[in-house]
């Protein structure tokens, strides 16, 4: 070895410069001075966090509804026991006085829930994923817009505070154009046993990661992606149906994303978040939707982002107060249904990709296709 690779080898690193964390509107918004009453659709197991969420931003919920009473009655005493508790949807649409409603039902029932909605003239935070097919989202869209009402989805991982930190530093120009998404996630979603959701046999890479594929969306701006290639992997200790491990990779010009979801890990449960940019990098890691230990490098130096909050409820109030805020302010809210429609995009042609095994066009594969209902 040379004399110059030796000295190079034992060189220690620059130092970086520690600098203050920029201040960026990451945290949810709720209205100045909008408070409709809200109406919730569907009273499953989330909607506890909608709920509390609603609650501490101070939202009044007046209506709930369930084809189960008893778990709307649950709802009803846990948070709101003023709300009045129906088992039919068009009976809470049927109130001149809701305004906004809450659509939080399995993909297979919502769509039609959602139809009648907007036909009521309300607006609607429909829960995630959108559709189960791109033909249907597109219609309830054009449909929302010709009754003069918004409807946005329930993307609330946006608002996860280290998610919402990333799309605020993109906004803000501090990371440039982006080059490359890098997610990587290990955790045991094997509590899913014996649920409705095991017969969901894409319960991975598009249940759960429709939270990721929308962030790609979200990151990477309006820039159209070229292609995705996905593929499936159950672990060889697993006991429920679906396969638990998903690879997704999405192709743009001058840049890429690639998601590892490894959804059978008994230990050392971690998720792993890089964005690069042509002007810095942000790193986020941690727990599983709780990656709160940050690093944000530029050219300027490094920063130490000390962000308050959580996924849960400030995902839910996120979603909730973006479509609110923009009721307010007569805008397009950023989670409407026409936005989201590009994150299913990718999403279902990562489905279609890890069937056919070849990389497919977002936006060519309309329907989710089998495997994506409990139907």
Same mark, same amino acid.
């Given at each position: 070895?040379?004399?110059?690779?030796?000295?190079?080898?034992?060189?220690?690193?620059? %130092?970086?410069?520690?600098?203050? %964390?920029?201040?960026?509107?990451?945290?949810?918004?709720?209205?100045?001075?909008?408070?409709?009453?809200?109406?919730? $659709?569907?009273?499953?197991?989330?909607?506890?966090?909608?709920?509390?969420?609603?609650?501490?931003?101070?939202?009044?919920?007046?209506?709930?509804?369930?084809?189960?009473?008893?778990?709307?009655?649950?709802?009803?005493?846990? *948070?709101?026991?003023? %709300?009045?508790?129906?088992?039919?949807?068009?009976?809470?649409?049927?109130?001149?006085?809701?305004?906004?409603?809450?659509?939080?039902? /399995?993909?297979?029932?919502?769509?039609?829930?959602?139809?009648? !909605?907007?036909?009521?003239?309300?607006?609607?935070?429909?829960?995630?994923?959108?559709?189960?097919?791109?033909?249907?989202?597109?219609?309830?869209?054009?449909? !929302?817009?010709?009754?003069?009402?918004?409807?946005?989805?329930?993307?609330?991982?946006?608002?996860?505070?280290? *998610?919402?930190?990333?799309?605020?530093?993109?906004?803000?120009?501090?990371?440039?154009?982006?080059?490359?998404?890098?997610? !990587?996630?290990?955790?045991?979603?094997?509590?899913?046993?014996?649920?409705? *959701?095991?017969?969901?046999?894409?319960?991975?890479?598009?249940?759960?990661?429709? /939270?990721?594929?929308?962030?790609?969306?979200?990151?990477?701006?309006?820039?159209?992606?070229?292609?995705?290639?996905?593929?499936?992997?159950?672990?060889?200790?697993?006991?429920?149906?679906?396969?638990?491990?998903?690879?997704?990779?999405?192709?743009?010009?001058?840049?890429?994303?690639?998601?590892?979801?490894? !959804?059978?890990?008994?230990?050392?449960?971690?998720?792993?978040?890089? $964005?690069?940019?042509?002007?810095?990098?942000?790193?986020?890691?941690?727990? $599983?939707?709780?990656?709160?230990? $940050?690093?944000?490098?530029?050219?300027?130096?490094?920063?130490?982002p000390a962000l308050k909050g959580s996924w849960f409820p400030d995902g839910m109030a996120g979603a909730m107060g973006e479509l609110l805020c923009a009721i307010e302010e007569e805008r397009e809210p950023e989670n409407s249904a026409a936005n989201n429609l590009r994150s299913l995009a990718l999403c279902f042609a990562a489905l279609e990709s890890s069937r056919s095994g070849r990389m497919e066009i977002p936006g060519k594969i309309l329907p989710a296709g089998p495997g994506c209902s409990t139907e």
């Open positions: 070895m040379s004399a110059k690779k030796d000295k190079a080898r034992k060189t220690p690193p620059t %130092a970086v410069e520690m600098r203050p %964390a920029p201040k960026l509107p990451y945290q949810p918004r709720k209205p100045r001075r909008y408070r409709p009453r809200i109406g919730l $659709i569907g009273c499953g197991g989330i909607t506890k966090t909608h709920l509390t969420a609603y609650k501490a931003m101070g939202y009044q919920v007046v209506a709930l509804c369930d084809v189960r009473q008893e778990a709307a009655l649950q709802r009803q005493q846990d *948070f709101y026991p003023k %709300a009045d508790v129906y088992t039919d949807h068009h009976d809470l649409l049927g109130r001149e006085d809701i305004d906004v409603v809450d659509i939080a039902t /399995h993909p297979a029932v919502r769509v039609r829930q959602v139809e009648d !909605a907007l036909n009521a003239r309300k607006h609607v935070l429909s829960q995630k994923p959108f559709v189960l097919d791109l033909e249907d989202g597109k219609r309830l869209a054009a449909l !929302a817009r010709r009754k003069k009402v918004h409807l946005a989805v329930n993307q609330n991982g946006r608002w996860a505070p280290y *998610f919402s930190y990333a799309r605020e530093l993109v906004k803000a120009g501090h990371l440039g154009e982006i080059t490359s998404v890098d997610m !990587a996630l290990a955790w045991n979603h094997t509590w899913i046993k014996g649920t409705a *959701f095991e017969r969901i046999h894409h319960v991975v890479l598009y249940d759960f990661a429709i /939270h990721w594929f929308d962030m790609v969306s979200c990151l990477f701006g309006g820039r159209q992606a070229l292609g995705v290639f996905a593929s499936l992997a159950k672990s060889p200790d697993q006991t429920i149906k679906p396969p638990m491990n998903a690879h997704a990779l999405v192709s743009f010009r001058e840049g890429q994303a690639t998601m590892a979801f490894h !959804a059978h890990t008994l230990f050392g449960r971690i998720e792993q978040l890089l $964005i690069t940019g042509t002007k810095g990098s942000y790193q986020a890691t941690g727990p $599983i939707c709780a990656a709160n230990d $940050i690093r944000l490098i530029t050219a300027k130096g490094e920063s130490r």
